[in-house]
């Protein structure tokens, strides 16, 4: 396999062509959307947030396949999750994209994603609905 | 030329390659010639103000200006546009006034129009494309009235590739007594500009899309019109008295040209131009059409692909804009990229046109004549594997 | 090294030679790395677009600014202190207000306050030089008041040569809320510059007269200030998201920068910044002052000749302006050309400073720490000789 | 003598230093004011017209030996003479300067600005006073 096809490797285009929590939530308690300039493409990201932990997350928008499969694992590995341990998911997620020391174990089907630092002008792509979960993550800190 | 490395670079409408003979200027220049401009009394001063000025005076008989005062050296297409929204549109524009550009204007000849409405209260009026992507002209002689002081409008779109009848909208608006902005940017490295043929009032264009370099650029304006603009630049070089309550300023071009110039760009530039006249308009024109003839059957040939714009032969300057299938123009354009071929994707500063297209992004490939027959040949194929690795 | 042929080179103010490093980086990018930057998907244009935006890091950095979204490329000193007058000067001014600016601004950093004060309603105010030409503190603390909401300085003079004390000025600002925009075109080659011991609030220079290209130039400004400030052009690159009716804006400094950007000279930039930092300013300063212990011994041991400024020594930071006898800047410097000397002469962009002078104009003789000592001697020996042409 | 030398030479030297027509008429019919935007140095031109014929002329301002020198002995030289005559002084003085063919001859003193040509960044000064004559040529023209 090389760079582009480990890149796109068959879960991410699963992903991308099956989103998990596709749509906008019936209720929710924070909104945030995100555009990426280069495209024109935006995400938004809703989330119900009780008790310190994300009940319920989902997302609709436009996007390439890498945010579109991003923004769908993303909602998998954090579903449920408390806010504390999200941060650490964020940041454990970032710093694999970004090339820097991450812990593999804990990412799950994340690691996909492994390969995406090959390609610094896709990268943006991979964060855009992370950035709207920071985002939301910031607002909850308040 | 430019020598890039291991790639096949179709991304030519963005910045083209440059010519040894530019670099060469601008190493003269850097390497014994690194004076100031128009204020030096010593020799060197003299011949470096002689030669910029030439260039100002090869850029007129160039583009077919009466004068070479027509000529007002900018840092771009961008920088040019602007100033005549700005300095042109704030004293001529009233509530009671009208500016229509094209839906396909890239934004640097849309945002600059929509603001300068804003300030002055004006009406923007947008014209749209007949199905195939050409200019609707029958919607823009509805559109001009007597109340339309500008048309502001692209000489060819930066996504469709097709040119637009220049001429007749300048005698449409004309008849009005109203003025024509023409943007240039996207095909003086095609055809051939005249401002005087086109009927143009005001025409901008940048080096660094024409084989020339960054940083510089050139706004053509008729004599009569620049005489009645304010400068919306102050400083060196433009004044001609400054005392501590008033200043009055030089006529222009130098009006409008305040500041240390890029002395480097302005020489390259002439260079550049040296190098379009050498090879001639009509052999870029035949070379191009040969290739977009390769890269267009190329395309069509590929069932998925979806090419926007005119539909028929010989109406693609160097510029083609496509989808492939449902993918997004990102992930086409990375597959593309992992296969060695440059090419842009994104809403390409036309956001406007993506949305009447439907679409949030394409992929765009363009080509000058120095662009070769295996590099569309790897653009052809990188397309035909996208389909392999994204279904 | 530029190498002007044969003649002594002693116009640096005006601008400076260039290491062959940023002749080598304009090359290298124009050779074989000739892409856009921000809006490539392709490897180059990411490569090319880190190198760029690596400049800004780099400037941040060297200015100590606190964050490289605070650093804006502009064509050059001019285009920054424009942009300050135009965007800040226009959203925050009213007829109650006062700017303050020095009779020894050159025109850039003079006309755009004049300007705007008269757009504005606001008032110009002056701050004059005590009889050696150092900025006059106790009139510009009178000048001082609540209504004061800009001071303009030119950390020194491109006439006198001598450094104003910027950090007092800022602290008098400050004091009353007001801020303080600072013209460092003429100081960046000779001193170093950090925004936050200074305490300016927009700093602009020109990357020409500090060993680098033509055609760009950086605007420092403090990110709370930049936020509320209006772009004040529109293009490409800087908008967020354009529909017909409405454009919304990227944040600073992308916010400030339409258009395709001068990409090889902010590269060069990159490299000048490099260059000055491997020579360091501590030996630039010390060469420097031995040139110019040589450069004004020289000339006051002429009777005719007549300096501006300060008298003492130590005072001029690479620049020195003369005059010989009654005779004219011009003729003199036409003699000292004959003799293969390079000097300015003329009112050197600051009237206002000429008319307190009391003459039309004066020679300036200039140098960098690559100036030679021989050099000065040629300048030296050529003005003996103009007495004995002109007599 | 070398260029600059010749340049400078004594006419030269003598007629800035004591120019003729220095000093405001009493009364004139057309005045002239033009700037060197290079030192900032101007000119005003006087003259005094009566069936096309320069009665008077003077000039006052600031400016260097070349400029003033030109003044001079423009003034001397075109003092009396009709219109017609004086736009064929004009034209041949200017392509001196500007290194045409011109006729020696008909230019009397104004010979000894022959090398000013050599000095292109100085034509401007040498042709200040003239300019300022060809638009009084022309306010009469009108
Ligand atoms: C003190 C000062 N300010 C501003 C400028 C203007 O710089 P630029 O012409 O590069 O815009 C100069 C140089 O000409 C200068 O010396
Ligand atoms: C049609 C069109 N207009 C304007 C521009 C803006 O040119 P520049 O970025 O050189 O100012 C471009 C290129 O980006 C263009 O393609």
Same mark, same amino acid.
């Given at each position: 396999m090389n760079n582009v096809q480990q890149l796109y490797q068959k879960i991410i285009l699963e992903h991308a062509n099956h989103p998990n929590g596709f749509g906008v939530l019936e209720s929710y308690t924070h909104q945030v959307e995100l555009r990426n300039v280069e495209c024109g493409d935006s995400f938004q990201v809703f989330a119900l947030v009780e008790e310190r932990q994300i009940?319920?997350?989902?997302?609709?928008?436009?996007?390439? $396949?890498?945010?579109?499969?991003?923004?769908?694992?993303? $909602?998998?590995?954090?579903?449920?999750?408390?806010i504390e341990n999200i941060q650490k998911q964020v940041e454990n997620f970032q710093n694999m994209i970004l090339n820097k020391p991450f812990d593999e174990n804990s990412l799950g089907d994340l690691v996909a994603f492994k390969s995406l630092n090959q390609f610094p002008t896709r990268v943006r792509c991979g964060m855009l609905p992370w950035h709207a979960l920071i985002q939301i993550l910031e607002e909850i800190n308040e | 030329m430019t020598k890039y490395k291991k790639i096949a670079y179709l991304d030519n409408a963005a910045t083209t390659p440059v010519p040894k003979s530019v670099i060469e200027t601008i190493n003269n220049y850097y390497g014994c010639r690194k004076v100031s401009v128009h204020r030096g009394m010593y020799d060197l001063a003299g011949e470096v103000t002689r030669d910029y000025e030439h260039v100002r005076e090869q850029v007129a008989q160039w583009i077919g200006a009466s004068k070479s005062t027509e000529v007002i050296f900018t840092s771009g297409t961008t920088d040019g546009l602007n100033l005549v929204a700005n300095s042109y549109g704030t004293t001529n524009l009233t509530d009671q006034d009208q500016i229509i550009v094209s839906i396909f204007e890239h934004h640097s000849n849309f945002v600059p129009w929509q603001q300068i409405a804003k300030k002055t209260g004006a009406t923007l009026k947008v014209v749209g494309t007949t199905p195939d992507g050409q200019l609707d002209l029958n919607e823009l002689e509805h559109l001009i009235?007597?109340? @339309?002081?500008?048309? =502001?409008?692209?000489?060819?779109?930066?996504v469709l590739g097709n040119l637009v009848p220049v001429k007749e909208v300048a005698d449409l608006i004309h008849r009005q007594n109203g003025i024509l902005v023409v943007d240039a940017a996207q095909s003086v490295a095609h055809v051939p500009i005249n401002v005087q043929s086109l009927g143009a009032d005001f025409l901008a264009f940048s080096a660094h899309k024409m084989f020339g370099p960054t940083g510089v650029g050139v706004l053509f304006g008729k004599e009569q019109l620049l005489k009645g603009m304010p400068p919306i630049q102050y400083g060196g070089e433009m004044v001609d008295q400054v005392d501590l309550k008033h200043t009055s300023f030089q006529n222009a071009p130098i009006k409008f040209e305040a500041g240390t110039p890029n002395i480097a760009g302005v020489l390259g530039l002439g260079t550049a131009i040296d190098y379009i006249q050498d090879v001639g308009y009509q052999t870029i024109e035949q070379r191009e059409q040969v290739l977009m003839d390769r890269l267009l059957s190329g395309l069509r040939a590929i069932k998925s692909v979806k090419i926007y714009g005119p539909q028929v032969d010989n109406q693609h300057f160097g510029v083609v804009s496509f989808n492939v299938g449902d993918y997004h123009a990102h992930d086409v354009a990375t597959i593309l990229n992992s296969? +060695?071929?440059?090419?842009?994707? +994104?809403?390409?500063?036309?956001?406007?046109?993506?949305?009447?297209? +439907?679409?949030?992004?394409?992929?765009? =490939?363009?080509? @000058?004549?120095?662009t070769t027959l295996s590099e569309i040949k790897c653009l052809i194929d990188a397309v035909r594997k996208v389909e392999d690795i994204l279904k």
């Open positions: 009940k319920k997350i989902s997302f609709v928008g436009e996007g390439c $396949i890498i945010s579109k499969a991003s923004a769908s694992m993303m $909602i998998d590995s954090i579903h449920g999750t408390k | 009235s007597s109340k @339309t002081k500008i048309v =502001a409008l692209s000489m060819m779109s930066n296969e +060695g071929v440059a090419v842009r994707a +994104g809403h390409l500063c036309a956001e406007p046109l993506m949305n009447q297209l +439907g679409v949030s992004s394409v992929v765009r =490939a363009s080509v @000058t004549f120095e």
